[in-house]
């Protein structure tokens, strides 16, 4: 047993971002500048998009995405029930409703037959999660949400870099929301990006982004008049500073070396678990790039002595940390009290979550901590064997 505690996540940052962070601290510019638009270039051809929108979070990607379609009080716009807050609750902000749907036990995303069914005269759009880097059944989704004229907003705060059948998650839908958390594949501390397709909304977007003003700081080149600034709506505050663009940009550079690495991880766990049928890996979609932000393994209950809170304490117990992902939103109070959601309501996603561990999966993890993780989940499938 390994005697050092393997953490669920370390994000992978070094020399080059320390650097990087260093000298814009030292050129006097801290907040959103030079850095940022370089970031928003490159990122927007890292996954081939026209546009990319650099924010201080992923919700605000989300957020800003439902404000350029112009949500609004009672609409309705559908979200998997297995997914993070923050994918249902920028609907909120509107006074619109989130319709949540169940998930499909394989591959974890949006069931597509279930979406259509919660389609009403109120639907404006759908989310699209791609769950832990595996990319939705965007050919079954989109002709659906285009025969009801919804529109198609993919949260991809685990989808980079995906791609579903050669196109690049970030150039499919209307508007794709990605994030920056100190958790994710690309870290820039916190911070977002937005990126589309679309000409016409852009602009908005980025006025959105800072208070409604008309230009963004920086550009406000015009010699004599540096002070002057219009408000053209109420906005919000979701600006990226320029040190967390810094970290962005020494992320990015490394993005396709970290998801090999990843990648590498992933194919030794599952050749591992291949040994044991107590320990179900992820299904994986032939036709896609998965980026492996989550490894989620499902246990096969039947064949344990233990349920999946005391195979999480007994990894913990041999120094593995590891997490679950998600708790269904419906189970959770607000959402009950809110909207009426109950137990029973998608049982797919409370399959799913009563049998479900994520195990570690960063770029820095040796062949020696993949070893260690394999170990432990084997040694504890074989001591609780029912
Ligand atoms: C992390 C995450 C978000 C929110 O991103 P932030 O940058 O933390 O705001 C949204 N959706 C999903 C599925 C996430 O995992």
């Given at each position: 047993m390994r005697d050092e505690f393997l953490p669920f996540h370390r994000p992978s940052v070094g020399a080059a971002e320390i650097e990087a962070v260093s000298e814009v601290l030292r050129s006097g510019w801290l907040t959103t500048g030079p850095r940022v638009k370089q970031f928003e270039e490159q990122f927007a051809e890292y996954v081939g998009a026209r546009h990319a929108i650099a924010l201080n979070s992923g919700t605000a990607a989300l957020h800003l995405s439902l404000a350029a379609i112009g949500l609004s009080e009672g609409d309705e716009v559908i979200v998997p029930s297995n997914t993070f807050t923050a994918s249902a609750e920028v609907v909120t902000y509107f006074g619109a409703r989130p319709v949540l749907v169940d998930v499909d036990r394989e591959t974890l995303n949006l069931d597509v037959a279930a979406m259509e069914a919660a389609i009403t005269a109120a639907t404006r759009a759908v989310i699209a999660v791609h769950f832990g880097g595996q990319p939705c059944e965007m050919d079954a989704l989109l002709p659906v949400a285009r025969s009801h004229g919804l529109a198609v907003i993919e949260d991809a705060a685990h989808a980079l870099p995906s791609a579903y059948r050669g196109r690049t998650?970030?150039?499919?839908?209307d508007f794709t929301a990605f994030s920056f958390y100190a958790t994710k594949t690309l870290t820039t501390a916190e911070g977002g990006m937005i990126t589309t397709n679309d000409d016409q909304h852009v602009e908005r977007i980025r006025r959105l982004s800072l208070h409604g003003i008309s230009e963004g700081g920086w550009e406000r080149g015009d010699a004599g008049r540096s002070w002057f600034y219009e408000v053209m709506e109420p906005g919000f505050k979701y600006n990226m500073p320029d040190i967390a663009a810094a970290i962005g940009i020494e992320q990015l550079r490394q993005s396709d070396e970290f998801r090999e690495r990843r990648r590498q991880i992933a194919a030794a766990y599952t050749r591992a678990f291949a040994s044991t049928e107590a320990i179900g890996p992820p299904a994986v979609r032939d036709d896609v790039k998965h980026s492996w932000h989550l490894y989620v393994i499902l246990l096969d209950l039947d064949r344990l002595a233990i349920d999946r809170d005391q195979f999480v304490s007994e990894l913990r117990q041999r120094n593995i940390g590891t997490s679950v992902h998600f708790i269904p939103l419906h189970l959770h109070p607000h959402y009950q009290h809110a909207y009426g959601y109950a137990k029973g309501d998608f049982p797919a996603a409370e399959w799913v979550y009563d049998r479900s561990i994520s195990l570690p999966i960063f770029p820095s993890m040796t062949d020696d901590d993949v070893r260690d993780v394999t170990d432990a989940l084997l040694d504890i499938a074989r001591q609780h064997r029912r």
């Open positions: 998650i970030g150039t499919i839908g």
